[in-house]
């Protein structure tokens, strides 16, 4: 990363960046109306091939709920089932905050994430951040997801920026460099404290962590 002060697009993953988030709690719950234990759940909800489909947009949110239901016998309704598998979200609050101190100061601001349908129904509803972004790349509506070329293609294309003009936040090292390779001025988030740190020695923050630089 080299120091840039003019950057005036920021673009934030959103899981581990900006939410945390628990496929453990789903789990649990829906595990009480299944045949499945909530380890194999988990698994069968966060790394199955299964939950690829969907935050690719190959199942639907119904169809990944009957693909769900015949695999761990969950016997409660689609409503219950989107319930619980969404409601495993907490605001990570320092990013949160970050994020409203860009805006203030006139940074154009993305968000970029591998999700699905009904998470990204229930993060609208439930946080209100959410809305005051300038965009949105979500895996689910592209077909593809990340680290794919393609899907940061989509990034550039919606926020008009490419190379080092495009600030990223990411917590996964994959993706973060398949940004790098672009030339985008790529941060890998391990906490909160070390992505203010990065953004301070950008120029984005000055040393009291209020936000520069941005679109006047």
């Known amino acids: 990363m080299k120091s840039n002060s003019a950057i005036k697009t920021v673009v934030f993953d959103l899981g581990k960046v900006l939410l945390d988030f628990d496929y453990g709690i789903a789990a649990r719950k ?5 045949r499945m234990e909530p380890g194999p759940l988990a698994h ?3 790394q199955s091939e299964l939950i690829y489909r969907f935050e690719t947009g190959r199942l639907s949110a119904r169809e990944f709920f009957e693909e769900v239901r015949a695999a761990a016998g969950f016997s409660g309704s689609f409503e219950e089932f989107a319930e619980c598998f969404s409601n495993i979200f907490t605001p990570i609050e320092p990013m949160v905050q970050l994020h409203e101190r860009l805006r203030r100061e ?15 129904n229930h993060i609208r509803k439930t946080y209100p951040f ?7 790349v979500l895996s689910f509506e592209h077909g593809v997801m990340k680290p794919d070329a393609r899907l940061y293609e989509v990034v550039e294309r919606v926020t008009g920026c490419r ?4 600030l990223y936040l990411d917590d996964r090292p994959e993706n973060v460099a398949a940004g790098a390779a672009r030339g985008w001025q790529a941060v890998l988030q391990e906490k909160p404290e070390t992505t203010l740190t990065a953004l301070r020695r950008l120029g984005v923050l000055n040393q009291n962590g ?3 630089g941005g679109a006047t």
């Open 106 to 120: 006139g940074f154009r601001t993305f968000v970029f994430s591998n999700t699905n349908e009904l998470a990204a």
């Open 163 to 166: 190379g080092a003009d495009l």
């Open 30 to 34: 829906l595990s009480r109306r299944s």
């Open 44 to 46: 069968l909800l966060s």
């Open 130 to 136: 959410f809305a005051d972004f300038d965009g949105y």
């Open 210 to 212: 209020a936000a520069v």
